[in-house]
T-cell receptor, first 112, second 113 residues
């Protein structure tokens, strides 16, 4: 499969532990944020989103936190599993813009 | 993959040749996008479409053109491929612009030699 992002930030956690992936965004006009997961050889897959009028949103085993004061976004994955190993991207939508702007991504490795 | 098909999945071409990548969707979504993915750059928008025959440039549009003659198909053309266009290309669709997620295809790995 594809091997993009060879120079990505990496995070290794033990199976069953919680992981936190961080993302800094640049535009204070961004009003919508998404986390994507990309497995080797596949396209990015939607995980969870959050709007700028919220500071926390929970899904199944995942939580996204938004701190607009410092322009920081985080993805928390609870009780990590081997299938969580992937590259994770945050993306922001600038209000009124026609596109999502993606961060570089973080490679998460789950150790057995 | 949300009814998105990219073709071809892999292609090797020579510098200076024209190349067309196809994105086909069965979701009837209005918005379609072409991104490229390179190490150290994440995904960067090349062109997008907001309807049939309605397209606009993204942040890395030089050397690329697009066409959308019907809702379900969005074509990306490299008029004269260069080695700097070696990349993985992703098509994405969304039901509206902004404030909603985009669904991605499986990607096309293009190598220009």
């Amino acid at each position: 499969g594809e091997s993009v992002g060879l120079h990505l930030p990496t995070l290794s956690v033990q199976e069953g532990d919680n992981s936190i992936i961080n993302c800094a965004y640049s535009n204070s006009a961004s009003d919508y944020f998404i986390w994507y997961k990309q497995e080797s050889g596949k396209g990015p897959q939607f995980i969870i989103d959050i709007r700028s009028n919220m500071d926390k949103r929970q899904g199944q085993r995942v939580t996204v936190l938004l701190n607009k004061t410092v322009k920081h976004l985080s993805l928390q994955i609870a009780a990590t599993q081997p299938g969580d190993s992937a590259v994770y991207f945050c993306a922001e939508n600038i209000q009124g813009a026609q596109k999502l702007v993606f961060g570089q991504g973080t490679r998460l490795t789950i150790n057995p | 993959d949300a009814g998105i098909t990219q073709s071809p999945r892999h292609k090797v071409t020579e510098t200076g040749t024209p190349v067309t990548l196809r994105c086909h969707q069965t979701e009837n979504h209005r918005y379609m996008y072409w991104y490229r993915q390179d190490p150290g750059h994440g995904l960067r928008l090349i062109h997008y479409s907001y309807g049939v025959k309605d397209t606009d440039k993204g942040e890395v549009s030089d050397g690329y053109s697009v066409s959308r003659s019907k809702t379900e198909d969005f074509l990306l053309t490299l008029e004269s491929a260069t080695s700097s266009q070696t990349s993985v290309y992703f098509c994405a669709i969304s039901v509206r612009v902004g404030g909603t997620e985009a669904f991605f295809g499986q990607g096309t790995r293009l190598t220009v030699v």
